[in-house]
């Protein structure tokens, strides 16, 4: 089972910058990020596979956003979104989600629409509303 805390959301400007956390316990080698407005499909934002460090991001945020990862002591990952030049379409409730995958080849097209797909995903945090 993993438990996934997220915090960081709130307001920015146009062009103006907010960094999301999402604190991850128990035993997830994949985490991702995902967002949702009203209306929308749940959309792929960035994800890492914690096993070598590989990232993946949707093709609306590349350039943009980064995702990055700290791992504790205790083996609890912390995966950050870095989101810069923010467009008022960047504006919705974010997501962090995790799994374990059992083997995943990255750098490869299947491994990106893996990390960025939701129901790669089993563990869901309860979600951050950011606006712009």
């Known amino acids: 089972h993993v438990q996934l805390v997220e915090s960081g959301g709130g307001s920015a400007q146009a062009g103006g910058s907010l960094n999301l956390s999402c604190a991850a316990s128990?035993?997830?080698?994949?985490i991702g990020w995902f967002r949702q407005s009203p209306g929308q499909e749940r959309e792929g934002v960035a994800a890492?596979?914690?096993?070598?460090?590989?990232?993946?991001?949707?093709d609306s945020v590349k350039g943009r956003f980064a995702i990055s990862q700290h791992n504790a002591d205790n083996a609890d990952k912390v995966v950050y979104l870095q989101m810069n030049s923010l467009r008022p379409e960047d504006a919705a409730i974010y997501y962090c989600?995790?799994?374990?995958?059992?083997?995943?080849?990255?750098?490869?097209?299947?491994?990106?629409?893996?990390?960025?797909?939701?129901?790669?995903?089993?563990?869901w945090g309860q979600g951050t509303q950011v606006t712009v």
């Open positions: 989600a995790a799994d374990h995958l059992p083997y995943l080849r990255t750098g490869t097209a299947t491994a990106m629409r893996i990390l960025l797909d939701p129901k790669t995903y089993e563990y």
């Open positions: 128990g035993r997830a080698n994949t």
């Open positions: 890492i596979y914690t096993g070598d460090g590989f990232t993946v991001y949707g």
